[in-house]
């Protein structure tokens, strides 16, 4: 196990008995099922059958500590999985292993507090701290060192704005969002107008190294304009100039928001957008919101081709997949769901993503329901939409007659907090 492992646990176990009232303790444990289908054409099949069976059970022990604005917070992951896609996962190369999920590991983070407890067959141990940080806050500013998570942007699925382990937008689970290690700082001025900046720091996953071009350093100010609010945001993330504007305004009952990104690689210029809108209503005595999105990425296939060959030449593109950055291979998309409360307790959200271009799409329909006050049921339906060779139908795997596709498939979670 290393070091900072072993010492990161010691504090939880200090904190969680000690005696100050300023510490928090909590946390909680999920259980896991992940069901999928294989079409006949899809290569996985030839490594699962017609279907695969997956399931994961984690432990999250969160720790909060604060005293005269000094403050620390840290969160102990253990977790252990076993199903059809375990070992397969982690035998494949970087691009491969990508499609099926793979271990977590701190490969490019500053810190290893990902260790792998065991693995064999089907089975993988580890145990990891998510969040490892000490920070300061005055009035007006604020200051953090370790591991944590920063959000940016004001995109809904895609969010080209958030440089630091945006979510997939068709992740299901999003309660966390992985933390990466940085130095973080904010200054809240009398107008209300923010300004935050963050330093991530990264190794170069094939040399172990602190490299510069592997970090990300952004600074982004939160501003009002009459009506508006907006973003500016300036970086350089791996490496690449980025610029970038936010807006948001209400419109009516609705609220409409935009992002535009450019970044300057060493090969081109390419610019992001997403906007969206949002509106809650009441129907049949239900409450329900809205929301419609849509999203430009530049990085994107120009012809929609998505064979292996015509990805290899865009190697931009290439590195955010490999990176978690970017999770689209084409260029336009448009996204909408709607959540409707069947109760106080229970929830239903259709959603769906969409190529445009292909077409082909990801139908979502996901269900939450409280079970009680530590009790969370969260389960989901994925159907891909589109022929062979789309993006959501399947690409071409270099095979002929065989596509990296799936077929319907179903999760199930239930989590209880403490």
């Known amino acids: 196990m290393p070091r900072s492992v072993l010492f990161a646990i010691l504090l939880l176990v200090m904190a969680a008995n000690a005696d100050e009232p300023a510490v928090e303790f909590g946390g909680h444990t999920k259980f896991s099922f992940n069901g999928q289908t294989w079409p006949d054409d899809s290569l996985m099949r030839a490594a699962f059958g017609s279907s695969s069976i997956d399931a994961l059970a984690s432990l999250r ?51 290893d507090l990902t260790d792998v407890i065991s693995q064999s067959g089907d089975s993988a141990l580890l145990h990891r701290l998510d969040r490892l940080w000490l920070g300061y806050s005055s009035e007006k500013t604020v200051v953090r060192f370790g591991r944590q998570a920063l959000s940016w942007g004001n995109g809904l699925l895609y969010a080209p704005m958030d440089l630091v382990n945006p979510f997939d937008p068709s992740a299901i689970d999003t309660e966390y969002k992985s933390g990466d290690d940085m130095l973080y700082a904010q200054y809240l001025a009398d107008s209300g107008d923010d300004v935050q900046g ?29 009506d508006y609010e907006y973003d500016l945001l300036l970086a350089e993330n791996y490496g690449d100039p980025v610029l970038g504007l936010g807006i948001s305004h209400g419109i009516g009952g609705a609220q409409w928001t935009a992002d535009i990104v450019v970044a300057d690689t060493s090969t081109n210029t390419y610019t992001q957008l997403v906007t969206n809108l949002t509106y809650s209503w009441i129907f049949a005595d239900k409450n329900m919101s809205g929301m ?81 006050d530590n009790l969370r049921l969260l389960g989901n339906i994925n159907i891909p939409l589109g022929p062979s060779g789309s993006e959501f139908g399947g690409i071409e795997s270099g095979i002929p007659g065989l596509y990296l596709s799936s077929g319907a498939g179903v999760f199930a979670q239930f989590a209880w907090y403490f």
Not at 86 to 99: C, I, K, M, T, W
Not at 361 to 367: C, E, R, S, V
Request: aromatic letters at 12%; a negative charge.
């Open 61 to 111: 022990l969160n720790v909060e500590w604060c005293n005269d604005g000094w403050a620390f917070d840290a969160a102990y992951q253990l977790v252990g999985l076993n199903g059809d896609r375990v070992n397969l996962g982690n035998s494949l190369p970087p691009g491969a292993a990508a499609f099926l999920g793979s271990l977590p590991n701190d490969d490019r983070r500053l810190f």
């Open 198 to 226: 963050a330093a991530v720091f990264r190794r170069n996953p094939l040399t172990g190294d602190v490299e510069s071009d592997q970090a990300t350093y952004a600074a982004k100010y939160h501003g009002f304009a009459g």
């Open 292 to 372: 419609i999105e849509y999203y430009f990425n530049g990085f994107g296939q120009h012809d929609g081709q998505y064979d292996p060959a015509s990805l290899a030449g865009n190697p931009d593109l290439l590195l955010r997949l490999t990176r978690g950055q970017t999770f689209t291979l084409g260029r336009h998309y448009i996204a909408g769901s709607v959540m409707i409360e069947m109760t106080p307790l229970w929830s239903v959200s259709p959603v769906l993503l969409a190529n445009v271009r292909d077409p082909s799409g990801l139908l979502q329909l996901t269900t939450d329901y409280s079970l009680g």
